[in-house]
């Protein structure tokens, strides 16, 4: 099911634009300078994504405790994340006055969740997750140039790392899809400021097993491990990522 699905996106994209290009090989020199170059880069925050997923298996691996205070502060709640700027580059090549595509590339989640399990004096987990995605879409824009729209097949990639004195890692790869819409907060001839929102997804990407320890009562004979496991799990992709898009543009408007 999933394989039909992303064939049927390429397929479409490539119909699409095989379609404009054809338009384009079959006009004049003038329709040539029709041709416009957006160039973009944008920031935001990010919604959705592993956050929710890595958070419920800390709590069912026992990640979920709190900390003991000490000189610095209070204790602190478990899991808790932390979250990371995100950003995307789009090259934009419009082949008409409204139809074209597009190239997007960025960094769509980046966030960190902390865990702790309080046994004897405890073991701490950081997980790092960043979700990277390069993506090729169709491309359609309003008459009056305030909306663009863009959907096509991605490629996704989802690491996580741990920060612990117990590294390891994990780095899924899929295939999914990408749609992004932006409206034009500003029209000048050569910039570029949008509001911008797009979504991402792939199927669920799974991570773990992951394991800290400590030895309690190294002047034993035999010391004691302390050991817990972050127990593995499958964690969404679907991501929204919101923000602003600044850039340029040239060629005929």
């Given at each position: 099911?999933?394989?039909?699905?992303?064939?049927?996106?390429?397929?479409?994209?490539?119909?699409?634009?095989?379609?404009?290009?054809?338009?384009?090989?079959?006009?004049?020199?003038?329709?040539?300078?029709?041709?416009?170059?957006?160039?973009?880069?944008?920031s935001?925050?990010?919604?959705?994504?592993?956050?929710?997923?890595i958070?419920?298996?800390?709590?069912?691996s026992?990640?979920?405790?709190?900390?003991?205070?000490?000189?610095?502060?209070?204790?602190?709640?478990?899991?808790?994340?932390?979250?990371?700027?995100?950003f995307?580059?789009?090259?934009?090549l419009?082949?008409?006055?409204?139809?074209?595509?597009?190239?997007?590339?960025?960094?769509?989640?980046?966030?960190?969740?902390?865990?702790?399990d309080?046994?004897?004096?405890?073991?701490?987990l950081?997980?790092?997750?960043?979700?990277?995605?390069?993506?090729?879409?169709?491309?359609?824009?309003?008459?009056?140039?305030?909306?663009?729209?863009?959907?096509?097949?991605?490629?996704?990639?989802?690491?996580?790392e741990?920060?612990?004195?117990?590294?390891?890692?994990?780095?899924?790869?899929?295939?999914?899809i990408?749609?992004?819409y932006?409206?034009?907060?500003v029209?000048?001839?050569?910039?570029?400021?949008?509001?911008?929102?797009?979504?991402?997804?792939?199927?669920?990407s799974?991570?773990?097993?992951?394991?800290?320890?400590?030895?309690?009562?190294?002047?034993?004979?035999?010391?004691?491990?302390?050991?817990?496991i972050?127990?593995?799990?499958?964690?969404?992709?679907?991501?929204?990522?919101?923000?602003?898009?600044?850039?340029?543009?040239?060629g005929?408007?």
């Amino acid at each position: 099911m999933k394989t039909n699905f992303l064939i049927i996106c390429f397929l479409l994209i490539f119909s699409l634009s095989h379609t404009t290009s054809q338009n384009l090989s079959d006009s004049t020199s003038s329709k040539l300078q029709a041709s416009k170059f957006h160039f973009s880069f944008f920031s935001g925050f990010s919604i959705f994504g592993p956050k929710k997923d890595i958070e419920s298996n800390m709590l069912a691996s026992g990640y979920g405790d709190q900390s003991s205070a000490n000189l610095f502060g209070n204790g602190e709640d478990h899991p808790n994340t932390d979250r990371f700027p995100i950003f995307d580059f789009e090259a934009s090549l419009f082949l008409n006055r409204n139809r074209g595509i597009s190239l997007n590339t960025g960094l769509a989640n980046n966030i960190e969740v902390q865990g702790y399990d309080d046994k004897g004096i405890g073991n701490y987990l950081f997980l790092k997750s960043e979700i990277w995605s390069i993506s090729l879409n169709y491309l359609f824009q309003s008459k009056n140039n305030k909306h663009n729209f863009s959907f096509g097949p991605s490629y996704i990639i989802h690491s996580v790392e741990s920060k612990s004195s117990n590294p390891f890692s994990d780095k899924n790869k899929k295939l999914g899809i990408y749609a992004g819409y932006s409206y034009s907060l500003v029209q000048k001839k050569h910039f570029i400021l949008n509001f911008k929102t797009n979504f991402r997804w792939a199927t669920h990407s799974e991570i773990g097993p992951y394991i800290t320890e400590y030895q309690m009562g190294l002047i034993n004979p035999v010391p004691e491990t302390i050991t817990s496991i972050f127990k593995e799990t499958k964690v969404s992709l679907a991501i929204i990522n919101i923000g602003i898009a600044i850039g340029f543009k040239i060629g005929k408007q």
